[in-house]
């Protein structure tokens, strides 16, 4: 049974940098069928994806978040990681990292999740 | 930026048919997947490829697609069934390849 686990600071000071990491169990990340995701819902609202990350470290970004998101992958670890530039309280949101499956349109859905953490944008 | 719209609620009473709408230009050539989100938990897939259910999702649920708009059913609702519901798929030209529905909180009277 493949497990997700995020971790990260929940607190971050305004024009900082948010980092998350999450780290894959029962299953390896560099399996090569799987795109491994970013996926935030502020409290009380709904998804909005990220981007994903494949095991050799191509990358996808959710247009509207591009300038500021980079994702990146530690095989020997399990592990991909997120990193949110120039946060403000809009940012404020609890992030899921998720396993993704691309259909043959090339759109991925996804299959596991983590429980998620929630990130805390303040001074 | 394309969007998908969902009913911000649907309200059944148990043992009765919740239908879940979707709406989106581009369902026609993309295919939809359905979240299930109880409070506090992270969303689990109930449908995917339009009407696909994968293992341990009960048999209850089911999906449907026609023309512009995709609906997620759910046959002799049970309390447990209480949740948020997300429709996610695609616009057609590659720029959004993730797109969420802004969710559906089903009640269940």
């Known amino acids: 049974q493949v497990q997700l686990q995020e971790s990260g600071p929940g607190l971050v000071k305004p024009s900082q940098t948010l980092s998350l990491t999450c780290t894959v169990s029962g299953g390896s990340i560099s399996s090569g069928d799987y795109y491994w995701s970013w996926i935030r819902q502020p409290p009380g609202k709904g998804l909005e994806w990220i981007g994903y990350?494949?095991?050799?470290?191509?990358?996808y970004y959710n247009p509207s978040l591009k300038s500021r998101v980079t994702i990146s992958v530690d095989t020997s670890k399990n592990q991909f990681s997120l990193k949110l530039s120039s946060v403000t309280a809009a940012d404020t949101a609890v992030y899921y990292c998720a396993r993704g499956i691309l259909d043959t349109a090339m759109v991925p859905y996804f299959d596991y999740w983590g429980q998620g953490t929630l990130v805390t944008v303040s001074s | 930026s394309y969007e998908l719209t969902q009913p911000p609620s649907v309200s059944v009473s148990p043992g009765q048919t919740a239908r879940i709408t979707c709406s989106g230009d581009a369902l026609p050539k993309q295919y939809a997947y359905w979240y299930q989100q109880k409070p506090g938990q992270a969303p689990v897939l109930v449908i995917y490829k339009d009407s696909e259910r994968p293992s341990g999702i009960p048999e209850r649920f089911s999906g449907s697609s026609s023309g512009t708009t995709v609906t997620l059913t759910i046959s002799g609702v049970q309390a447990e069934d209480e949740a948020d519901y997300y429709c996610?798929?695609?616009?057609?030209?590659?720029?959004?390849?993730?797109?969420f529905g802004g969710g559906t909180k089903l009640t269940v009277l």
């Open positions: 996610q798929s695609a616009d057609s030209s590659g720029t959004s390849p993730v797109v």
């Open positions: 990350i494949y095991y050799s470290g191509s990358t």
